[in-house]
């Protein structure tokens, strides 16, 4: 498993794909919108054209995070800033397309840097709630009050056991997300974001986006040399998933090799409109491998061994949120064509 670590790392945040939303009516939505649909497109519009400068927590599983998100438009470009305010000094600075991270020489992360634009910030704020599809019912539930400001909560419920929660505090004024819990099946919250302080709109100070403050060398990089993701090549992934439940599908498939040894990794990406996981085929390692599940809030890893060509056996891992019994199901079910 080790020599997949950083492609799962990297691909646990792939992109979402969209499908319809299914409605259910209420008798308690606020009276300046009757159709939650709207309210998620426009979070969305939110997030992407606003001003703003807040600290949130993030907590999923073991691990709270303080941060730090300063965002604006310059000259028509997404200019955005993010630093960590606990432990080892670090920052995520965005211009447009362009993504570095400043981090300290010797920070641990520096192993980890293909996960920096997979961390709390792009799983919980930057979820594509527009795009649910219909195996979630949405709701409006009531009003509340977070950092201050009024906000409104929708429910993105699942249809099924098979697929998590979400709850949603969408500020009544602007509509940005001030808060999110991703649950369980038991209501249970596996991950929680949520602002402690926030200002919106021309209060927002542009030099806020520029780093600051004396650093010894910092380090700026989009991915150091050792973690950088495995080359794709041209094949054909020639494995599929005998069971999936009920309206999620392939959203992408492709064979990497990685850069130290040149081994072959199968990936195929799955989702549902919201939720999503990946699946990485590989040949056993040389140490060998066991059947292993671990959980870290709502993201489970799965491990499975499975015969592929010539009866060799070969690793399946899935890593995605999904509760354990179906990506158990699923990583059992995976299959050489």
């Known amino acids: 498993?080790?020599?997949?670590?950083?492609?799962?790392?990297?691909?646990?945040?792939?992109?979402?794909?969209?499908?319809?939303?299914?409605?259910?009516?209420?008798?308690?939505?606020?009276?300046?919108?009757?159709?939650?649909?709207?309210?998620?497109?426009?979070?969305?519009?939110?997030?992407?054209?606003?001003?703003?400068?807040?600290?949130?927590?993030?907590?999923?599983?073991?691990?709270?995070?303080?941060?730090?998100?300063?965002?604006?438009?310059?000259?028509?470009?997404?200019?955005?800033?993010?630093?960590?305010?606990?432990?080892?000094?670090?920052?995520?600075?965005?211009?447009?397309?362009?993504?570095?991270?400043?981090?300290?020489?010797?920070d641990d992360l520096l192993t980890l840097e293909s996960n920096l634009l997979a961390g709390p910030f792009a799983r919980a704020f930057v979820r594509r709630y527009d795009e649910i599809s219909e195996f979630y019912s949405l709701t409006f539930y009531g009003e509340d009050r977070i950092a201050g400001r009024s906000a409104v909560r929708l429910a993105v419920t699942p249809l099924d056991q098979d697929r998590f929660g979400y709850r949603l505090w969408l500020d009544r004024e602007t509509r940005l997300l001030l808060k999110s819990e991703l649950i369980d099946g038991e209501g249970q919250p596996l991950e929680i974001f949520q602002f402690s302080s926030l200002i919106i709109g021309d209060a927002v100070d542009a030099a806020s986006l520029e780093p600051v403050g004396e650093r010894e060398t910092p380090h700026i990089t989009n991915m150091s040399l050792d973690s950088q993701p495995a080359i794709p090549v041209a094949e054909t992934v020639r494995w599929n998933a005998g069971w999936l439940p009920v309206g999620f599908t392939l959203a992408g498939s492709n064979v990497r090799k990685t850069m130290s040894d040149e081994k072959s990794i199968n990936t195929l990406m799955f989702s549902d409109g919201l939720a999503a996981f990946s699946v990485f085929i590989e040949d056993m390692p040389p140490a060998g491998a066991a059947s292993v599940v671990t959980r870290s809030g709502a993201t489970v890893a799965v491990t499975h061994l499975t015969p592929g060509p010539g009866d060799k056996q070969h690793l399946v891992t899935l890593v995605g949120e999904l509760p354990t019994a179906t990506a158990l199901r699923i990583a059992s079910s995976i299959r050489f064509q």
């Open 1 to 106: 498993m080790r020599g997949s670590s950083a492609i799962v790392l990297l691909l646990i945040a792939a992109s979402t794909f969209g499908a319809q939303v299914a409605l259910v009516p209420t008798e308690k939505a606020p009276a300046a919108a009757v159709d939650p649909r709207q309210w998620l497109a426009d979070m969305s519009e939110a997030f992407n054209t606003l001003s703003y400068d807040g600290v949130f927590s993030y907590f999923s599983g073991s691990d709270l995070a303080s941060l730090r998100i300063v965002h604006m438009m310059v000259d028509g470009e997404q200019r955005e800033r993010l630093i960590h305010q606990n432990g080892a000094p670090r920052e995520i600075v965005r211009r447009g397309e362009e993504v570095v991270c400043i981090l300290m020489p010797g």
